[in-house]
Structures are given as C-alpha cells and as structure tokens.
Antibody, heavy 121, light 108 residues
C-alpha cells in the first residue's frame, strides 16, 4: 500500500522559515517525480513545486520561486520543502503528491493527508 | 501559463441524475495531459481521470472524461450519494502545472 505522510507544519511568523517533510512508503521512491500542492483555506488547489526521481531537476511556481526549495533524500524515501521568507498568503494545507510516471509533470495518483501551515503574527 | 476555467461553479443535482462538468483551457493542452480529481471536505484530492479520458485504478465506470485541445468534460452518468464533492481539472502538459477553480456538486 502506497502511503505519503507529511510532517513539519505549524504556526510561523511572517518572514520566518519552516521545513515540511513527506515520508513515502510502499513504492519505488526513486522511480517517480514528487510534487507539493497547496490549498489555502476555502480555496482551490495550487501546484507549488516538483522534483524528479533522481533529484536533479526541479521546478517551481512563480509565487514561491526564490523562497521555497524542494529536495529529496532517496535513501530515506523522504521529500522535503524548505520554506523561507514566509508570507501570510502562504497559509495553506500543503500536500505532497506522487507523480504517476517518470515524466516530471504528470497526474498525481497518490496524495498525503495534508499538513497545515499558518503564517501569522 | 495555461489558465483552466471550470463551469459551472456549483451544480445542484439529485442522486441518480447525470452531472456534466466543463473545463476550458486558455490554450491547447498538449497530448491531452488533462486530469480530473475529486475532493471531499477534509480529505486530499483523489485522481479520477487522466489523459482526458482514462479512468484511474478503482474508479467506477459511471465517471467518464472526454475532450481535447481546449475543451474537456467530466461526466458522472448517475450520481451516487458519495459523489457529492468538489471536482478539479488539472493540466500537466506545460509548466507551470495548473488546476481549475473547481466545480462543487451539491445535493439539490
């Protein structure tokens, strides 16, 4: 059974930093690109970032470029999102999501349960 | 950036009725890289359709997808009580990957 489990969320002040983790099990982790997708309270889905299976290729939404860094540790089957210079508009539930294939951009066939990040003073 | 516009915003229907959801793209979606997701309150999205018309594993055949280019449709042939939810389309052919704003299917 494929499982994705996020951790590391919480309350942070504007300008602060936070690192999210997503532990993945039940799948050959290195074979798939992984993404972060967020959802502000009462709003729709917004793709944030993607990383290739090897970790060599990344891509970001303009809204987070230069502030967020995606990475992965394939020895630990874990995905990360380092979030710096956080703003109120970054407040959202953050989901990690597994790409369904090798291609960097793909549909997401498995999602984590989501973790809430709140940016507020 | 490819903007996806979903309509209607809300669809009020009764169980057993047919639901037709639309997703229109601001430019052509390459190779029909278009997916549909279902999301219920407090839950993560669930993949329903990929490649515009292929059902994901475990998805009932009352869900079907169609379309190409800039116009795509999700059809639920006969609504079951568990189908009342929000539905999102997503294009994954071009970076940045984008989602539509969602259609809420509610009980009439």
């Amino acid at each position: 059974e494929v499982q994705l489990l996020e951790s590391g969320g919480g309350l942070v002040q504007p300008g602060g930093s936070l690192r999210l983790s997503c532990a993945v099990s039940g799948v050959s982790f290195t074979s798939y690109a992984m993404s972060w997708v967020r959802q502000a309270p009462g709003k729709g889905l917004e793709w944030v970032s993607v990383i290739s299976g090897s970790g060599s290729t990344t891509d970001y939404a303009d809204s987070v470029k230069g502030r967020f860094t995606i990475s992965r540790d394939n020895s630990k089957n874990t995905l990360y999102l380092q979030m710096n210079s956080l703003r109120a508009e970054d407040t959202a539930v953050y989901y990690c999501a597994k790409s369904a294939g090798l291609r960097l951009l793909y549909q997401f066939d498995y999602w984590g349960q989501g973790i809430l990040v709140t940016v507020s003073s | 950036e490819i903007v996806l516009t979903q309509s209607p915003g809300t669809l009020s229907l009764s169980p057993g009725e047919r639901a037709t959801l639309s997703c229109r793209a601001s430019q052509s979606v390459s190779s029909t890289y278009l997916a549909w997701y279902q999301q219920k309150p407090g839950q993560a999205p669930r993949l329903l359709i990929y490649g515009a018309s292929s059902r994901a594993i475990g998805i009932p055949d009352r869900f079907s997808g169609s379309g190409s280019g800039t116009d795509f449709t999700l059809t639920i042939s006969r609504l079951e009580p568990e189908d009342f939810a929000v539905y999102y389309c997503q294009q994954y052919g071009t970076s940045p990957l984008t989602f539509g704003g969602g259609t809420k299917v509610e009980i009439k």
